[in-house]
Structures are given as C-alpha cells and as structure tokens.
C-alpha cells in the first residue's frame, strides 16, 4: 500500500530526478524506500523492481560496504549486482551519509565502470608494495621469539643481580644495573606491542568468537592490576555496576589484550592524578550521533561503552588528529609502546565492529571512549 501512495505523489521532473547521480534512499535496515530515476537507468530496471528491496540487492556485500563509509566518511569502487547472464560487467563509486532526524541513510552513486582498467592498474601497483610490507612483516615476525627472549634474559638477569644473587653491589652497580633492568623492560613492552602490530597488519591474526562472561573478565583484569597500582600510589577505581547485559560473544582474549593494554597505559602513564574504567551501556542518542551503524536498529543493550580516563595523559591537537598513526612522525617523543597500544586497540576495535573516540585537554586529562557490540 505504502509503495501505491508513493506512485501516487510522486512529481515528474523534480529536483531529485534531475540529479547527475543515482540516489538511494535507505532506512536503517538498508531497505530501499527511494530511489531517483538515474538509478533506474544504471540498472535499467524500474521503480516497482526496486523499492521495498534490500541495499545489498543492488551493490556486493553491500550492508558490509555501508556501514563501512557511513562510518569513515570514505568512498568505495564496488561492483553492482546485476541479475541474469548476459546482466553486463558495472563498478559503482558510492558515498554514503545518515541524516541524525530523519535516521535515513542517503546514498549517491556513480557509474565508474570506465575507470576499472584505471583501477585496476592501481590495485596491481599495490599489490606489489603490500607484497614487500609482508614479507618485512613475516621477517620481523620470525625474529621476534629470539628479541624477546633475549631482552628478557637482560631483564631477569639485572634484576638477580640487583636481589644480591651474585654478592654485594656497590651503590653505582645497583645504580646502573637498576637502569638496565627499567630499559630492558620497557623496550621489551614496546617491542611486543610493534610485532603484535605487525602481526596484525599481515592479517595473521584470525578471530576466535565464543560466549563468554564480560564481568568475570573484567573482575579478573581488576584483581591483576589492583596491587600494582596500590604500590604505585596510583588512585583507579573501575565500575561496571551499570552494565545488565553480561554475555558476550567476541574473541575474548583480544577483548582482554584490549582492556590490559589501557590498564598498562594508566600504570606507565600516570603519577599523582586519577585513573578510572567505566563500563556500561551506551545511551540511544550517544549511538544516533554517532553514527554508529548504518542497519541497526540501536538497541543499547547490544553494545558496551567503555570510558577510560587517565588525568597525567595529555595529547596535543597534532597529537590527536593522528593518535592512531604509529608511524605518524610528529609523534616521535612518544614512547613507540603507547602509541603501538593505540593503533592496536583502534584496529581491534574496528574489526569487531565497534568504534573509539580519544578525548585530550590540559587540566582534564585524556579520556578513551570505545564501544563494541555484545555479539
């Protein structure tokens, strides 16, 4: 009935049929409830053939795609779905954007199927230079037992030594083996942080999603890292009283290498300030502004929100706008460990589908905001 009453008020001639470009108009479970006529001409179909289908009937992998660019704010070079055999061969360069009132997701496409030769072209040179970086990567990867192993005999050894296991140390020996022991530490933390990276951009690393208990986790974290901090005088408190929904079906033990790489940011990083973990779930409208996806109905039970806020930790602007760049070089006085950490837990993040903010101010501190979806 709804797509009849659509017939019946629909202008011949009016502005949205005039754009250059095809139009969709989507609701948030990427069904299509517009469309303008450069549409129907790309696919050579008609409007009765379209409205009421999903995005994905139009466009490969089409949901994946959306939620991707309606996210980033990027465009793709996709390929149209089109039925039949002799349907003929059609790339898509596709934008997307939700509207926060109307909750309708716009999408403009255009047809670029002359530039695939061009395209083409440029994912052959890149294949070539993604080919070189797996090869340093998988090299990096084969060393990296050996490094750490070695920093870690340093490690131990100083700190034997520094315990008396070889005798009486005069106060310069205790001095310069007491700053081997701390480098040997540190490098070794920073280390493994770069060679997860590195794992993790050779697509080593496949995720293992199962059930799992978020609270137990979460009071287990608390129990590791609760001494540390009082021997540090570090004031942290962690609260999860707000969360209701506790079973959660992700890879729990990047969720864990996730919250234990925050956990060690607080313990490097803080000094006389606070530290808190705030756990809970998002609120409806924080979900909305957010654009968080683009064919959910925002159930806020579905998510968890974490937000992490350490007071000594701060980032300049520059700092911010590329806080998720390791290899960002106006970074350079930056530990190479936080700044792995935060490229980690952003790629983590994203590839379970969920999203992180950073939040930095002098006298304020800096707050991790991160959400990701129960299942």
């Known amino acids: 009935m709804k797509i009849l009453e659509y017939f019946k008020s629909q202008k011949e001639d009016n502005n949205f049929n005039l754009l250059p470009d095809g139009i969709f108009t989507l609701e948030q479970d990427g069904r299509v409830i517009d469309v303008n006529d450069k549409v129907l001409e790309i696919y050579k179909t008609t409007r009765f053939n379209v409205l009421g289908r999903y995005f994905s009937d139009f466009v490969e992998n089409g949901t994946e795609i959306l939620n991707k660019i309606v996210k980033d704010g990027s465009s793709e070079l996709v390929r149209a779905s089109m039925k039949g055999k002799d349907a003929p061969l059609l790339y898509l360069e596709i934008t997307a954007k939700r509207n926060a009132d109307s909750n309708k997701v716009y999408v403009v496409a255009r047809n670029a199927t002359e530039r695939q030769s061009e395209y083409k072209t440029i994912k052959g040179q890149f294949s070539v230079v993604q080919k070189i970086i797996d090869e340093k990567n998988d090299f990096l990867l084969d060393s990296s037992g050996v490094i750490l192993s070695n920093l870690v005999s340093i490690s ?94 992700l890879d729990s033990e990047v969720v864990e290498y996730m919250l234990r790489s925050i956990m060690d940011i607080f313990f490097r990083f803080a000094n006389l300030g606070k530290c808190y973990l705030n756990i809970g779930h998002p609120p409806m409208d924080f979900l909305k502004t957010r654009e968080f996806a683009a064919n959910d109905f925002f159930d806020t039970k579905k998510y968890v929100l974490f937000e992490a806020k350490i007071a000594d930790l701060v980032f300049s602007k520059d700092e911010l706008d590329n806080i998720f760049d390791t290899y960002y070089k106006g970074a350079t006085k930056r530990p190479i460990g936080l700044r792995a950490s935060l490229n980690l837990l952003k790629i983590y993040i994203t590839d379970l589908k969920g999203d992180i903010w950073v939040y930095s101010k002098e006298n304020f501190g800096t707050m991790f905001t991160f959400v990701l979806p129960l299942r």
């Open 156 to 249: 131990g050894f100083s700190r034997a030594l520094l315990d008396g296991i070889g005798g009486a140390l005069s106060e310069k020996q205790q001095k310069y083996l007491n700053i081997i022991n701390i480098n040997a530490r540190d490098l070794n933390y920073d280390l493994e942080k770069l060679f997860t990276l590195f794992k993790l951009e050779s697509k080593k690393i496949e995720y293992q999603n199962k059930p799992f208990d978020l609270i137990s986790l979460l009071k287990s974290i608390n129990r590791v890292y609760e001494k540390d901090f009082r021997d540090r005088k570090i004031i942290f408190s962690m609260d999860y009283s707000s969360l209701t929904e506790r079973d959660c079906y």
